[in-house]
């Protein structure tokens, strides 16, 4: 395993993480596999654990409490998010001093630990004033159950916005954020990656693979495959466009040209940039597990860096004037 700086931050995480959000809690069967790929995972030196109080209602972050309670704590890091509704009550949702709080306690029971080394927010709450909730996220780090937090989908203003607060009231700093960042999504290199260097913010991308668009899974001219993602899900869906699967058949084959298959080579295409911390994947089974970690492997050319450029149309944001 390899592992990055949170930024301008001592803790270093894995290159490779793993995320809860697709983990399948229904039943015993699936409970084991998955249980069996966190253990091989922290195994084979994975140490960053994501997960939210809205996944699955609170049954991924119980899930993985049970299964990291076996583990030793110091070599872990874990973290859970807060915003989405938690119950029916108007204060069980957002960014509210009240429902973080409240939220915290939450998910460090249900994760059976005392204290999480990352804590995002999910979303920005505009129903909160801004300074509420930082002082909130600065008072957990003062109480030692957060020791780092940060924010999930915020705009390159939101976190400037922050960061002008917490200079004013001299509160601990905004560490982390966890953006979306993939091939076909690479709207933080714009202007957030440049804001997170400036302030030395470290990145955590969540759908590296694009939903399962870059696993090589969904194929142009294939039927979807049973039981994947795609027969269920919106998001994976919006993303089996033609153009897209013509693209899949380009970056199957460059990825050939380097002996290795797409989902290694779309992991290790996000690590080209030192900036990124550690990638936040979906992997809940063994063999999707490893697979995972052979992106750490993979050094991708700037012929094939420029040629993904061009596949996609992705020029960075520059207003010419005059």
Not at 259 to 281: C, E, K
Request: include cysteine.
């Amino acid at each position: 395993m390899k592992y990055r700086n949170l930024g301008k931050y001592g803790l270093k995480v894995s290159e490779i993480a793993v995320g809860s959000w697709m983990t399948d809690v229904s039943d015993t069967a699936k409970q084991t596999e998955a249980a069996a790929t966190l253990q091989l995972a922290f195994e084979k030196g994975v140490n960053f654990f994501d997960c939210a109080d809205a996944y699955s209602g609170g049954a991924a972050e119980r899930f993985l409490g049970n299964v990291l309670k076996e583990l030793p704590r110091k070599e872990l890091v874990l973290s859970s998010k807060v915003f989405f509704p938690t119950g029916d009550g108007p204060n069980d949702r957002g960014l509210s001093r009240k429902h973080i709080m409240e939220s915290v306690e939450t998910s460090l029971t249900n994760m059976a630990t005392d204290y999480l080394d990352m804590y995002f927010c999910h979303r920005f709450d505009p129903s909160t004033p801004l300074a509420e909730t930082l002082q909130a996220l600065s008072d957990l780090v003062d109480s030692g159950k957060v020791l780092y937090y940060g924010v999930s989908e915020w705009t390159p203003v939101q976190v400037l916005q922050a960061q002008l607060i917490i200079q004013e009231r001299g509160l601990h700093p905004l560490s982390v954020i966890q953006p979306q960042y993939n091939m076909t999504d690479r709207y933080i290199e714009h202007e957030m990656m440049a804001v997170c260097e400036q302030l030395g913010i470290g990145i955590v991308p969540f759908s590296p693979l694009a939903q399962g668009l870059l696993t090589g899974k969904y194929r142009q001219g294939q039927p979807i495959p049973a039981g994947s993602r795609a027969t269920y899900q919106d998001q994976i869906q919006a993303l089996l466009t033609e153009e897209n699967l013509e693209r899949v058949e380009v970056l199957t084959a460059m990825a050939a040209e380097l002996n290795t298959d797409l989902a290694s080579f779309s992991l290790a295409w996000a690590l080209r940039d030192p900036r990124i911390s550690s990638l936040i994947t979906g992997a809940t089974k063994a063999s999707q597990l490893e697979n995972n970690l052979k992106a750490l492997e993979v050094t991708i050319p700037e012929a094939h860096l420029l040629k993904i450029d061009e596949l996609f149309g992705f020029k960075k944001f520059k207003r010419q004037v005059g």
